[in-house]
């Protein structure tokens, strides 16, 4: 599976962006799809997970981004509302091909198989 990041870009706080993640492959459906983000100097930081049995959310976006997918576009989106400068990093999707119920597995890194290349989300102040 090859994933391909877009959406990025430049917004004032508050403001809205939607990310989209596109595969390739015949399987797609049967991923579970996550996003993560990343500033330099920090860690890689979970955002958000659309599996099987639900969707799961870091306690720091919850209300303010969504995770949906469309299977036959075999592309996942993350709209981010009221968005804030802490926002701001590089955003990964990823494509885990293990379903888990809860979100536990799904916030390490490693539990995914596929990364996607990132695009850049800045938000000012």
């Known amino acids: 599976v090859q994933l391909q990041a877009s959406g990025g870009g430049l917004v004032q706080g508050g403001g809205s962006l939607r990310l989209s993640c596109a595969a390739s492959g015949r399987t797609f459906s049967r991923y579970a799809m996550g996003w993560f983000r990343q500033t330099p100097g920090k860690e890689r930081e979970f955002v958000g997970v659309?599996?099987?049995?639900?969707?799961y959310y870091a306690e720091s976006v919850k209300g303010r981004f969504t995770i949906s997918r469309d299977n036959a576009k075999k592309t996942v989106y993350l709209q981010m509302n009221s968005l804030k400068p802490e926002d701001t990093g590089m955003y990964y999707c990823?494509?885990?091909?293990?379903?888990?119920?809860?979100?536990?597995?799904?916030?390490?890194?490693?539990?995914?198989?596929?990364w996607g290349q990132g695009t850049q989300v800045t938000v000012s102040s």
């Open positions: 990823a494509a885990a091909g293990t379903q888990y119920s809860g979100s536990a597995y799904y916030r390490r890194g490693e539990t995914y198989d596929y």
């Open positions: 659309i599996s099987d049995f639900d969707t």
